[in-house]
């Protein structure tokens, strides 16, 4: 078969089997997989890989016989690798014991073995179990100008845009393919002229939109375009610290899952934004202008999937994509706060945070006060992913509120702004 | 009146099949799910967000579409019906092809034993003008005959 992309004389020996049958698929499928979207070459992956899928999930087995397939030939990634958030944890995510028979027999049956796999295909270690695999206290880090192979959506969003590292949104086991290969076909979000803005978001709010909000607006509005966006640095500033990472994490996780944003850029604060300003926008960019109506009727349309709109919430869910260190912190002060205005000491009903492994490590050693409050407040802190512990029919029947537009978007959940959030939790109930 | 649409073919194949048509995007995920969880022999669609193909049998038919959209996941659940032979038989893009639909259809093409033929860029019109049950003729050059 004549292939359109320019191969190096190792990758054609690849391609004709020298590394075995299985390698030639791999690199075949990279090749098919670029070639549809006008790929002249492949280009080295320089930096570790992220793997979006976490769960052993039984229906799924087609997939974990590619990879036995892969690590029968030998093959691995090319460096250590985080994967997406595990599905379960009994000790800090309650279940009954049908829920628990369900999970452990039926529907994550092939955890163990998958996992197994995973260790076997080069992943980083135990605690490599995150969304946001990018954090420090997690260290998959990438710097500017960084080829990645990932997939995960509000990863892939967040390296391009607040790191300036190129990634396109590869789905489940292509992301794999690269690791293996070392090299990913160059195209679309690799490319200069694709990382350029073909729409121009004008923020004109009254105060700090809310993050998960501004995202799904934008999402919603240009869908998988790259948007330049305006006027969010009165509110958020023009340094790319702590706080201002939190709110970009969150912005940009919904207008991955909401739209199917791959890049964004802010004016004065993302890297590319900083280094071309207005130059990165393409001539014939359309407007869209966000204010307060705007974020209003946004969110007014989110459906209710509740079988009972009116019921009682039975769990609340923080963190999708997972918090940081310093949103632990945040959070803890923002419950303090609400609880002593509700005259409570506890919250009213089953509260869960969600966060990276490595960074609960951290924030339990180095900042115990807060931790000690979370814990005295009656919330729950795991490292689950939400939204493959939802994504299920068993699940998908409970009342969960969230503050996560990622999580409203998969699952029945329902979404709340964080004051909202922090109040209904307390006072356990709408 | 048979109508004659001319698109690009991803996975190039021959077939005459029904049509099923989602004016909006495909969701993968939520689509598959539950057939899938249930090990059922069909897919019966369970995205309760898409008015068009909410309980709708897709297996082995031309699943006409403009994209698909979701979870980063689409690829490999595209790849995971076909494994589970549940999948449709085409898929008929009015747009150009996303990377999830794209790494699906391919996944497929490479790793299993069959095939779902995967034609884009059929434009805004075969959308508006193919409708649920109509006959889909396919080409191997990209030609979709309509009616």
């Known amino acids: 078969m004549e292939y359109k992309m320019i191969l190096t004389p190792e990758e054609e020996a690849i391609l004709n089997g020298s590394q075995g049958e299985t390698m030639a698929k791999v690199i075949k499928t990279l090749i098919l997989y670029g070639e549809t979207f006008g790929a002249k070459r492949f280009v080295d992956v320089t930096a570790p890989g992220h793997v979006v899928t976490s769960f052993g999930i039984s229906v799924m087995s087609p997939v974990f016989n590619i990879t036995q ?20 944890d009994y000790a800090n995510v309650k279940c009954n014991p049908i829920e628990k028979l369900i999970f452990s027999k039926i529907l994550y049956g092939e955890q163990a073995r998958y996992e197994a796999q995973l260790r076997k295909l080069g992943l980083k270690d135990q605690n490599a179990f995150t969304c946001a695999c990018y954090l420090d206290q997690v260290g998959n880090t990438p710097k500017k100008g960084d080829i990645l192979s990932w997939a995960e959506s509000s990863a892939v969003v967040y390296a391009n845009s607040v790191i300036g590292a190129r990634c396109n949104r590869n789905s489940g086991i292509i992301e794999l393919f690269g690791m293996i290969l070392g090299k990913v076909p160059e195209f679309d979000l690799l490319t200069d002229e694709d990382r350029k803005a073909k729409w121009i978001i004008e923020v004109k709010t009254s105060k700090k939109p809310e993050a998960q909000v501004l995202g799904s607006a934008i999402g919603l509005k240009v869908m998988e375009d790259v948007p330049y966006i305006k006027g969010l640095n009165q509110f958020i500033g023009t340094t790319l610290d702590d706080e201002t990472k939190s709110y970009l994490k969150d912005m940009g996780a919904a207008t991955a899952s909401n739209g199917a944003v791959g890049l964004y850029h802010v004016e004065n604060l993302t890297p590319e934004a900083v280094e071309f300003g207005e ?116 699940c998908g029947k409970k009342n969960v509120i969230t503050n996560s537009n990622k999580l409203r978007t998969y699952t029945t959940s329902r979404y709340y702004t964080n004051n909202e959030i922090c109040e209904i939790a307390v006072k356990g109930e709408i | ?144 005959i309509v009616g």
């Not at chain 1, 690798?81 to 379960?88: E, G, K, L």
């Not at chain 1, 709109?309 to 997972?322: A, E, L, S, T």
């Not at chain 2, 699906?104 to 959308?127: C, K, M, P, R, Y």
Request: charge should be negative; include cysteine; charged fraction near 25%.
């Open chain 1, 69 to 88: 397939e892969l690590i029968d030939a030998g093959l691995k990634a090319k460096a250590p690798f985080t994967v997406d958030p595990r599905p379960i």
């Open chain 1, 279 to 394: 130059d990165i926008i393409n001539k014939d960019a359309k407007v869209y202008v966000i204010d307060d109506a705007e974020l209003e009727r946004v969110k007014a349309s989110y459906p209710v999937m509740w079988k009972d709109p009116n019921g009682k919430p039975d769990r609340c869910f923080i963190g999708c994509p997972h918090l940081t260190y310093a949103q632990l912190g945040e959070w803890t002060d923002k419950f303090e706060a609400e609880l002593k205005k509700q005259g409570k000491t506890k919250v009213g009903m089953n509260t869960i945070m969600t966060t990276a492994p490595d960074v609960l490590e951290a924030f339990k050693a180095g900042d115990k006060a807060h931790y000690d409050k979370l814990v005295k407040m009656g919330i729950h802190l795991t490292s689950i992913c939400p939204l493959m512990y939802m994504n299920n029919p068993l």
């Open chain 2, 1 to 144: 009146m048979a109508r004659e649409f001319k698109g690009r073919p991803v996975i190039a194949g021959e077939c005459k099949v029904e049509a099923v048509v989602s004016r909006q995007g495909f969701n993968t995920l939520a689509s598959f799910q539950k057939s899938a969880l249930a090990k059922k022999k069909e897919t019966i669609v369970s995205d309760q967000n898409n008015s068009d193909l909410f309980g709708k049998n897709i297996t082995g038919k031309a699943l006409c579409l403009p994209q698909t959209i979701g979870s980063t996941t689409g690829g490999m659940v595209i790849y995971t019906a076909t494994a589970l032979n549940i999948h449709p038989r085409a898929m008929l893009f009015s747009e150009p092809i996303d990377s999830l639909a794209a790494a699906g259809v391919i996944l497929s093409d490479v790793w299993t034993n069959d095939t779902i033929t995967a034609i884009d860029n059929l434009g805004q019109e075969f959308l508006d003008y193919v409708q649920d049950g109509m006959q889909v003729e396919i080409k191997m050059d990209g030609t979709v």
